[in-house]
Structures are given as C-alpha cells and as structure tokens.
C-alpha cells in the first residue's frame, strides 16, 4: 500500500505513514515523498528507529548528501552528521539552513535524540506562502532585490556556556558570503518564496539600515501564525523540510534541559531568481561541503 498522508496545518506539514524505513524504497514511495515535500513542506514520521547510518540512507532518497556543515565538525563517527544539540548550541533565531554558501541544502532531516520535557519545539514557516501574502507593490519589489547572506554575524549571547562560545568560534571561523535573489523561483514546483532569514545581511543596492528594515518587513510576513508549523517532538521521530522554500527556528524554553537532534542534509541546486539570475559566491568556497545538483530531481 502507498503511504498515507495527514494534512497538519492548511498551509504547512503533513504526517506520513506506512513508510518502511528498513526496506529499500520503490521509486513510486520516493515520489509521494517527494509529492507530499512539494506540496506540504514539511513531513513527519513518528516511530522510526534509524540509527545514524539509517538517517542518512533515508536522507539519501532526496539525493547526494552534503558533509555535516562547513565549518563544523560532524558527529562523532560519521561524515554527514551534525549535531544539534543544546550543550553547544540553542538555534533560537529564523533561519534557512547554509544560506551562506552557493547552493544551500535542497531538503534537512532532523531526528530526534534527546527530547524535553516541555518546549523545544521546531517551527518550520512556509516562505512560499509569506510571499503570496505580500501585497502586490511589495511582492514586485521583492521579485527585483538581491540579497548577501553570510555566516559572518553577531553571536554575542552573553549567558552562553563555554562550549557554546567554542562553537559560535568555530562556526565563523572560515567567513562565507553569497548573493542570492531575495524571491527563489522553486525548481521543481515553480513556486517562488522568500529567500531570506537570520543569515541575510543587507540588500544590494540598500544602506545597512534599509536592509534591516526592509527585511524586517518580509520577514514578518514568513512568520505569521497561519504560515508556521510548531512541532513537538517525542522520541523517534524524523521530520523533512524543503529547505528551498522553508525557514525554521529552534524554541529554546525548555530552560537547562538536554535536548539533541541529528541533521542530515541533501545537496541542492544554485538559486535561481525570478529574472533568471543565479546566485553568485562573494567569499569562501564551500565545495567540500556540498556538490552543487545541476538537474533538480
């Protein structure tokens, strides 16, 4: 039987089930996930026992995996795994995954490791959606911006523990830029969405403070309640976003609490805005942490 799958929010997430995660999949499995990732967003499975080797098979269904960040070590014994854990870091900040880079991952597996007892949440927002919500001036302005991302920001967090300053160190410690159109034309869908989140700097073209308060303004269509699925995790769960045309953004309330997820991603395709532009790289080559997909599957 195909896998069945169960709407969670009107506009963002579904549930999947009957999905064998030890079996080899058939091509016709792969491409109601693939279905269900276009058209939801996100999916989610409950009750799934992989290891990290499982995660990235299942990950590799989506296509080539990237290594586990660019500047960050993977977890031990694996080369595409990157920890998410709260000892080192609390992701409590709206973002799309690698941004910085060329060609960011196309899809972000995260499975669940050690949940909480309350909070930690994942929210995944559908860009898709904040731009069809712009009003037509903004959108038309939107459609003709680039803009820099970069992992060069400020991460002063002035409670942050030892080990989380070592990773904030590490994490900057080889600076990336990247021009990327503001409004990403989705290759398999053709939606366009927002490209933007905590990693964009500024607008080409805009001063500093009018980047920040254009993006500010865009931003706040991305994370509007009705775009947003708030996930509440519980051991063995796997949840699957479409990077190209998600943010998501890690609740940190669950006060002093351990709480771990591993991440796995898939190799994704050079942006490509409304106009027909790439996106360029500015600084840094990351291309040992990812191959760029020439031929979006």
């Known amino acids: 039987m195909p896998p069945s799958i169960r709407k969670l929010t009107g506009r963002i997430g579904a549930v ?49 995996l990237t290594t586990a960040h660019p500047n960050v070590p993977a977890a031990d014994g694996t080369t595409n795994v990157l920890a998410v854990d709260s000892e080192t870091s609390k992701a409590n900040e709206w973002h799309t995954d690698v ?20 909070g930690g949440e ?49 994490f900057v410690s080889t600076p990336y830029e ?27 073209g805009l001063s500093g403070s009018e ?24 051991p063995d769960q796997l949840l699957i976003f479409d990077n190209r045309i998600t943010q998501h953004y890690g609740v940190d309330n669950y006060d002093d609490h351990p709480r771990r997820l591993n991440r796995v991603t898939v190799a994704g395709d050079v942006p490509v805005g409304v106009d027909g532009r790439r996106s360029e790289p500015l600084v840094g080559d990351a291309s040992h942490y990812s191959k760029v997909l020439e031929v979006a599957s």
Do not use: M
Request: aromatic share 8%.
């Open 16 to 64: 999947v089930e009957g999905v064998d995660f030890t079996a080899t999949p058939d091509p016709s499995t792969i491409t109601t996930l693939r279905d269900a990732l276009n058209e939801h967003k996100a999916i989610v499975f409950d009750h799934v026992h992989l290891d990290n080797a499982g995660q990235e098979r299942v990950a590799g269904w989506f296509g080539d």
């Open 99 to 118: 941004t910085f880079v060329l060609n960011p991952p196309q899809v972000t597996t995260l499975r669940s490791i050690v949940t909480t007892p309350y």
């Open 122 to 170: 994942t929210l995944v927002a559908n860009a898709a959606a904040a731009y069809r919500d712009l009003p037509e001036p903004l959108r038309a302005l939107a459609d003709s911006l680039r803009v820099v991302h970069t992992n060069q920001y400020d991460y002063a967090r002035p409670s942050a523990t030892t080990a989380q300053q070592e990773y904030d160190r590490v």
């Open 178 to 204: 990247t021009e990327h159109p503001l409004v990403r034309v989705h290759p398999l869908t053709g939606e366009r969405g927002l490209f933007i989140g905590g990693f964009a700097k500024r607008i080409v």
């Open 211 to 234: 980047s920040v308060d254009l993006l500010s303004t865009l931003q706040s269509y991305v994370t509007r309640p009705e775009n947003i699925l708030r996930w509440t995790w519980s």
